[in-house]
């Protein structure tokens, strides 16, 4: 079987592919994100309420951090796709180091709902850089039985 033929050819070695979107920390360009989540899920073969439920959670995750974000920061969103599900890393710079992400929201309610884990990601200042935060969510391909 060629390269070609195999099921996932974008695959590296460890079984994980990645692609990294950066864009300004605006609510405007949201979208551009969330439809690079929906295109990532349904080439993973995710069925449609998966890919609905990551294309919601990537718009909760961005629409909160964008909330937080330091003027003109960058929204950097990772997707790492794998075969069993995709983990999305949403992180932005922010002008206090004590900044964090509200896990206390109904915002955040949404993302556990949605995602199978969320965790908050904080990260302090490097290289005289401004300190980060972000979120970290896992979505299966398929909804786990409940």
């Given at each position: 079987?060629?390269?070609?033929?195999?099921?996932?050819?974008?695959?590296?070695?460890?079984?994980?592919?990645?692609?990294?979107?950066?864009?300004?920390?605006?609510?405007?360009?949201?979208?551009?994100?969330?439809?690079?989540?929906?295109?990532?899920?349904?080439?993973a073969?995710?069925?449609?309420?998966?890919?609905?439920?990551?294309?919601?959670?990537?718009?909760?995750?961005?629409?909160?951090?964008?909330?937080?974000?330091?003027?003109?920061?960058?929204?950097?969103?990772?997707?790492?796709?794998?075969?069993?599900?995709?983990?999305?890393?949403?992180?932005?710079?922010?002008?206090?180091?004590?900044?964090?992400?509200?896990?206390d929201?109904f915002?955040w309610r949404?993302l556990?709902?949605l995602?199978?884990?969320?965790?908050?990601?904080?990260?302090?200042?490097?290289?005289?850089?401004?300190?980060?935060?972000?979120?970290?969510?896992?979505?299966?391909?398929?909804?786990?039985?409940?």
């Amino acid at each position: 079987m060629s390269d070609l033929d195999s099921p996932h050819p974008a695959e590296t070695l460890d079984g994980v592919s990645t692609v990294e979107v950066r864009t300004s920390a605006s609510a405007a360009l949201i979208p551009t994100i969330r439809a690079v989540a929906s295109d990532l899920a349904a080439r993973a073969d995710f069925d449609l309420d998966a890919i609905s439920d990551l294309r919601m959670a990537v718009d909760e995750a961005c629409a909160t951090l964008v909330d937080v974000a330091a003027p003109r920061s960058a929204l950097r969103c990772t997707f790492h796709v794998r075969v069993d599900g995709i983990e999305v890393r949403v992180e932005v710079e922010v002008d206090e180091p004590a900044a964090t992400v509200s896990t206390d929201t109904f915002g955040w309610r949404v993302l556990q709902t949605l995602a199978d884990e969320v965790d908050v990601l904080a990260a302090p200042t490097a290289d005289g850089g401004r300190p980060t935060v972000g979120i970290r969510l896992d979505k299966l391909a398929g909804d786990p039985p409940r």
